[in-house]
């Protein structure tokens, strides 16, 4: 028996923290994992570890994931060989666009996609080919509105000013809860250690938020907020620092500045007191505090992006920081010198270039809204989706009105899934291939390098062999491409294995070939615990990618929308409001199939405050029914005073007893899908990100 030590980051969460992993492999056996620890030496991560990394070895070993290609023939799935399986995908989509157009063909592509390069590098080689505009992804029920606002404001979309969280002295978080997610936009492993040590130097943690999340929990403040009223906060925020005049000026080149003061000097926090439900004197007081602290930083999540006025809050996010001179500042938001630079080495993108047949919802980097993808599918005439490709995704579960979408999917001509498990989407699907599992394969973080606290750089070689017969995610992108490409004659580019394009990447970047430094593959492989290239620094002004390279504070696009919130009435009175909420153990539904993060205390209930059950008659542990525009369920009611009263909480991803599913232990475990509730025609129609919080809803005894 012999036993060897391996060292490489989690894939499963943006954290990415550094793991050592033991395998040990015995005469006439496989190499199996026998341990999986926090690596103390990953001067990022220093150790630190959660639940999720321990199950790597539940997800290598899980019997329900997919090792070969699946081709489901009426209800059974059976086997098919990768060239025969890559020749019916080509025959199949070929003959719809032949008969319907391009666009009769759509794409969707998962949150996983960003935690596996292979999918990042290579999913467009033959995706491209499609020349659809139908495509759609996790991004629009997620952090479309953070990117559109950079995007307005700073020329690039990915160009995201992250919080200095070792340096400020002032931590302002809305809609986000880093205890449970690890951060998120904001890669910062160890994230609770490192809002301590903010109090620790004598600063402050500020949480804005309708329930009392574990990072409101050991704040030094929390607010609740009323769900979709965090604009209404920022607006009194900014209004009460431009009546008061800003703490310091900036370095920065601002074109718009005054447009926008004016603007919104409308929004007064008096004014916006009964919309976000906070009383104006502590709106006041909390804009004081702020500007008032030596280095600040305001930081706003998924919460904020997931309501009806999405961009208007992270547009109003980055103006906090920048006219009380904290963005591109230490201790304040700081973009990344990440080694593989995203930005550099791409345009900033475009929005509205067209829209979406249906609804006219507005494209951006050449996405459509996932609201939009259900109707698509439904509503006949030209343009009308008929083949659907899924790519690590679920959106059964992670997009609204998922029933709707279910609805769709079943009258689809053709699907095919890149997927690893028979899941609540999937199981529509004609044919699913699965890629080799994550420690199977390398991987380099491209994406949450380019949002961490601190530049960092790691290159994870595989730590299993590729079983024999398997294809890795990349190679069934190529093969699928070089089928299509003969069916229809396309003209395919030459292509290079993901490994290569990094090694390009690293060397064409800040630490490369020109600096001292020369980064290469070779240099991280010699540095199994990845490499420190230091703080954050100031950095935003060289890196603009507007027109005139000057900050773009009133974009025209953001400005039209102010009117939209203007004409906002008073809030409906004793209405209740949906939110969701995240757990540590919990980043996409398909955790739900591992025992290690579905044991233990259940987390699938409606959580509502004791006010609201006694005015419905309702008793704590109750079965309740609860109904939306869109749909109804049952679930478990559990009494909490972290609630905010008129607000009820369900946790993201649940709901798995669909018929079909080929997930063991997920299809064991109670609760219901949030998204069968969320509304498809509630958007923040600026972006048409999915307004997932603050969802009208009735509960009533089941």
Same mark, same amino acid.
């Given at each position: 028996?012999?036993?060897?030590?391996?060292?490489?980051?989690?894939?499963?969460?943006?954290?990415?923290?550094? +793991?050592?992993?033991? $395998?040990?492999?015995?005469?006439?056996?496989?190499? #199996?994992?026998?341990?999986?620890?926090?690596?103390?030496?990953?001067?990022?991560?220093?150790?630190?570890?959660?639940?999720?990394?321990?199950? @790597?070895?539940?997800?290598?070993?899980?019997?329900? #994931?997919?090792?070969?290609?699946?081709?489901?023939?009426?209800?059974?799935?059976?086997?098919?060989?990768?060239?025969?399986?890559?020749?019916?995908?080509?025959?199949?989509?070929?003959?719809?666009?032949?008969?319907?157009?391009?666009?009769?063909?759509?794409?969707?592509?998962?949150?996983?996609?960003?935690?596996?390069?292979?999918?990042?590098?290579?999913?467009?080689?033959?995706?491209?080919?499609?020349?659809?505009?139908?495509?759609?992804?996790?991004?629009?029920?997620?952090?479309?509105?953070?990117?559109?606002?950079?995007?307005?404001?700073?020329?690039?979309?990915?160009?995201?000013? $992250?919080?200095?969280?070792?340096?400020?002295? &002032?931590? @302002?978080?809305?809609?986000?809860?880093?205890?449970?997610?690890?951060?998120?936009?904001?890669?910062?492993?160890?994230?609770?250690?490192?809002?301590?040590?903010?109090?620790?130097?004598?600063?402050?943690?500020?949480?804005?938020?309708?329930?009392?999340?574990?990072?409101?929990?050991?704040?030094?403040?929390?607010? &609740?907020?009323?769900?979709?009223?965090?604009?209404? *906060?920022?607006?009194?925020?900014?209004?009460?620092?431009?009546?008061?005049?800003?703490?310091?000026?900036?370095?920065?080149?601002?074109?718009?500045?005054?447009?926008?003061?004016?603007?919104?000097?409308?929004?007064?926090?008096?004014?916006?007191?009964?919309?976000?439900?906070?009383?104006?004197?502590?709106?006041?007081?909390?804009?004081?505090?702020?500007?008032?602290?030596?280095?600040?930083?305001?930081?706003?999540?998924?919460?904020?992006?997931?309501?009806?006025?999405?961009?208007?809050?992270?547009?109003?996010?980055?103006?906090?920081?920048?006219?009380?001179?904290? %963005?591109?500042?230490?201790?304040?938001?700081?973009?990344?010198?990440?080694?593989?630079? +995203?930005?550099?080495?791409?345009?900033?993108?475009? &929005?509205?270039?067209?829209?979406? #047949?249906?609804?006219?919802?507005?494209?951006?980097?050449?996405?459509?809204?996932?609201?939009?993808?259900?109707?698509?599918?439904?509503?006949?005439?030209?343009?009308?989706?008929?083949?659907?490709?899924?790519?690590?995704?679920?959106?059964? @579960?992670?997009?609204?009105?998922?029933?709707?979408?279910?609805?769709?999917?079943?009258?689809?001509? &053709?699907?095919?899934?890149?997927?690893?498990?028979?899941?609540?989407?999937?199981?529509?699907?004609?044919?699913?291939?699965?890629?080799?599992?994550?420690?199977?394969?390398?991987?380099?973080?491209?994406?949450?390098?380019?949002?961490?606290?601190?530049?960092?750089?790691?290159?994870?070689?595989?730590?299993?062999?590729?079983?024999?017969?398997?294809?890795?995610?990349?190679?069934?992108?190529?093969?699928?491409?070089? !089928?299509?490409?003969?069916?229809?004659?396309?003209? =395919?580019?030459?292509?290079?294995?993901?490994?290569?394009? $990094?090694? *390009?990447?690293?060397?064409?970047?800040?630490?490369?070939?020109?600096?001292?430094?020369?980064?290469?593959?070779?240099? @991280?492989?010699?540095?199994?615990?990845?490499?420190?290239?230091?703080?954050?620094?100031?950095?935003?002004?060289?890196?603009?990618?507007?027109?005139?390279?000057?900050?773009?504070?009133?974009?025209?696009?953001?400005?039209?929308? %102010?009117?939209?919130?203007?004409? =906002?009435?008073?809030?409906?009175?004793?209405?209740? =409001?949906?939110?969701?909420?995240?757990?540590?153990?919990?980043?996409?539904?398909?955790?739900?199939?591992?025992?290690?993060?579905?044991?233990?205390?259940? #987390?699938?209930?409606?959580?509502?405050?004791?006010?609201?059950?006694?005015?419905?008659?309702?008793?704590?542990?109750?079965?309740?029914?609860?109904?939306?525009?869109?749909?109804?369920?049952?679930?478990?009611?559990?009494?909490?005073?972290?609630?905010?009263?008129?607000?009820?909480?369900?946790?993201?991803?649940?709901?798995?007893?669909?018929?079909?599913?080929?997930?063991?232990?997920?299809?064991?475990?109670?609760?219901?899908?949030?998204?069968?509730?969320?509304?498809?025609?509630?958007?923040?129609?600026?972006?048409?990100?999915?307004?997932?919080?603050?969802?009208?809803?009735?509960?009533?005894? !089941?």
């Amino acid at each position: 028996m012999t036993k060897t030590l391996h060292h490489r980051a989690c894939h499963l969460c943006e954290a990415i923290c550094g +793991l050592t992993l033991e $395998i040990t492999e015995e005469q006439g056996s496989g190499p #199996r994992i026998t341990s999986i620890k926090g690596d103390p030496e990953d001067s990022f991560s220093r150790g630190h570890i959660c639940p999720k990394a321990v199950a @790597l070895q539940d997800i290598q070993n899980d019997p329900d #994931r997919l090792r070969q290609p699946m081709q489901r023939v009426g209800n059974e799935w059976q086997p098919i060989e990768w060239d025969e399986a890559f020749a019916l995908v080509a025959e199949r989509l070929a003959s719809i666009q032949q008969r319907h157009g391009n666009n009769a063909v759509a794409t969707y592509q998962g949150n996983p996609s960003v935690h596996n390069y292979g999918l990042m590098t290579h999913s467009n080689y033959f995706l491209g080919l499609l020349k659809t505009r139908n495509r759609f992804s996790a991004t629009s029920v997620d952090q479309l509105p953070q990117h559109l606002a950079s995007y307005l404001m700073y020329g690039h979309g990915l160009l995201l000013p $992250i919080p200095d969280i070792d340096h400020t002295d &002032f931590m @302002l978080i809305l809609g986000g809860n880093p205890l449970a997610s690890n951060g998120s936009i904001m890669t910062v492993p160890d994230v609770e250690k490192r809002l301590k040590a903010i109090q620790a130097r004598g600063g402050k943690v500020v949480v804005v938020d309708p329930r009392r999340s574990e990072t409101a929990a050991m704040a030094d403040q929390h607010l &609740f907020v009323r769900p979709g009223g965090d604009v209404a *906060l920022l607006f009194g925020l900014l209004n009460t620092i431009f009546e008061e005049g800003p703490t310091r000026d900036s370095h920065l080149q601002v074109d718009g500045l005054a447009q926008v003061r004016q603007a919104i000097c409308r929004f007064t926090a008096e004014a916006m007191s009964p919309l976000c439900a906070i009383p104006a004197p502590q709106i006041r007081q909390l804009a004081r505090d702020f500007a008032s602290a030596d280095k600040a930083v305001c930081y706003g999540r998924m919460g904020v992006s997931t309501q009806a006025f999405g961009t208007l809050c992270h547009w109003l996010l980055q103006l906090l920081n920048l006219v009380t001179g904290n %963005l591109d500042r230490v201790g304040g938001a700081l973009c990344t010198s990440p080694a593989v630079d +995203l930005v550099a080495a791409t345009a900033g993108g475009h &929005f509205n270039a067209w829209q979406s #047949r249906v609804s006219g919802l507005p494209e951006y980097g050449g996405e459509l809204p996932v609201s939009a993808l259900a109707e698509e599918m439904l509503t006949e005439g030209e343009g009308q989706v008929r083949a659907l490709i899924t790519v690590a995704g679920n959106p059964v @579960l992670s997009t609204p009105n998922g029933r709707q979408l279910e609805q769709a999917l079943d009258g689809l001509e &053709f699907m095919l899934s890149i997927d690893l498990y028979i899941n609540e989407t999937t199981r529509y699907a004609d044919l699913i291939l699965p890629s080799t599992s994550a420690l199977e394969n390398d991987h380099y973080d491209t994406t949450f390098n380019l949002f961490a606290v601190r530049n960092v750089s790691r290159f994870n070689r595989a730590i299993l062999p590729k079983p024999e017969g398997a294809l890795h995610d990349w190679e069934i992108f190529v093969g699928l491409a070089q !089928a299509f490409a003969a069916r229809t004659q396309s003209l =395919l580019k030459p292509t290079i294995a993901p490994a290569q394009m $990094i090694e *390009l990447g690293l060397r064409a970047g800040p630490y490369g070939d020109a600096s001292p430094l020369r980064l290469s593959l070779a240099t @991280l492989d010699q540095h199994p615990h990845g490499i420190d290239l230091g703080a954050l620094q100031p950095n935003l002004a060289g890196r603009l990618k507007t027109e005139n390279r000057r900050i773009q504070a009133a974009p025209a696009a953001i400005m039209a929308d %102010l009117e939209r919130f203007a004409a =906002l009435g008073p809030p409906p009175v004793d209405e209740l =409001l949906l939110i969701g909420r995240r757990h540590v153990r919990s980043n996409n539904s398909w955790m739900h199939n591992y025992h290690r993060l579905v044991k233990g205390k259940p #987390r699938h209930q409606l959580l509502m405050h004791p006010q609201d059950l006694a005015r419905r008659g309702l008793s704590d542990g109750q079965r309740v029914r609860i109904s939306s525009r869109v749909g109804v369920v049952e679930v478990e009611v559990l009494a909490s005073g972290e609630m905010m009263p008129g607000v009820v909480s369900l946790p993201h991803g649940w709901g798995h007893g669909r018929p079909g599913v080929h997930m063991s232990i997920a299809t064991a475990q109670p609760g219901c899908s949030a998204n069968d509730l969320t509304d498809e025609r509630q958007l923040d129609a600026l972006s048409g990100n999915a307004a997932l919080n603050g969802v009208p809803v009735r509960v009533e005894a !089941a």
